[in-house]
């Protein structure tokens, strides 16, 4: 009953959330202007960040210093900055940044709302921290056993408004659903579907009232997957997919 009433007191100030001060700011007072990044040198190290996405943070910072000896002298070249710091501003430009959570490696029983204040898994009793590093210290050094990472929703929705194209984008859902009923009034029945706007699910809600022209439409898309064939364990994914911009 505990958890069935913070559930429903929750708010996006709860200490358990996480969010920072910044973050929780940008989103309840989003930017409305666009975003204007005038110096070369941190545009160099936003792509550099991008385009090596699924490489190591060591390629990173040598192709950042390999830049920065081979043109000593090129306009913005003082600006290129360091892991650590891109990511850091990245997350300032977009306001988007990532929550962690610990949790037990053993049960994934996630130390948050009720359970912040203990030490072990009230499932199977294994300690929050690691062990190794928390004896080794004395007590004195708490590095948690397992962690893991959310990306909130809510920041990346407003990041689409950021800029006068992607905003634009957004509409396609509003201005393709017109379509369908302006079809669907005169025709008396709808085309082939093959969108989600299509459907009566979707086009009931909104001749309904339920879903509005600045209402952001979600689907969320939830498996679950057995890694390994000889061990009983299994990992629960899920993804937000966003109807608001073309498919």
């Not at 090596?52 to 043109?71: G, N, V």
Request: aromatic share 8%.
């Amino acid at each position: 009953m505990d958890f069935i009433l913070a559930l429903r007191d929750a708010s996006t100030s709860d200490p358990v959330t996480k969010l920072s001060e910044d973050a929780l700011d940008q989103l309840q007072n989003p930017t409305n202007i666009p975003l204007i990044i005038d110096s070369p040198g941190i545009h160099h190290s936003i792509s550099t960040y991008l385009a090596l996405e699924h490489s190591s943070q060591d390629a990173y910072e040598w192709l950042c210093c390999s830049t920065t000896q081979s043109f000593p002298n090129a306009l913005g070249i003082k600006d290129v900055q360091s892991f650590y710091n891109i990511e850091k501003l990245i997350c300032t430009f977009t306001g988007v940044e990532a929550i962690h959570h610990d949790m037990c490696p053993n049960t994934r029983l996630v130390y948050t709302c009720l359970l912040h204040n203990l030490d072990t898994c009230p499932t199977c009793s294994t300690s929050w921290w690691n062990e190794e590093r928390l004896q080794g210290s004395n007590g004195h050094i708490k590095v948690p056993a397992q962690t893991f990472t959310t990306i909130p929703l809510g920041p990346q929705l407003q990041a689409h408004n950021h800029s006068p194209e992607s905003a634009q984008t957004m509409c396609y859902l509003h201005d393709w659903t017109q379509q369908i009923l302006e079809e669907l009034h005169q025709t008396g029945s709808i085309p082939i579907v093959d969108n989600v706007a299509m459907g009566w699910d979707y086009l009931g809600a909104v001749l309904d009232g339920d879903i509005k022209e600045h209402d952001v439409v979600l689907i969320l898309s939830l498996n679950g997957t057995q890694l390994y064939d000889s061990k009983e364990s299994n990992c629960w994914m899920y993804i937000w997919v966003i109807l608001k911009p073309p498919p």
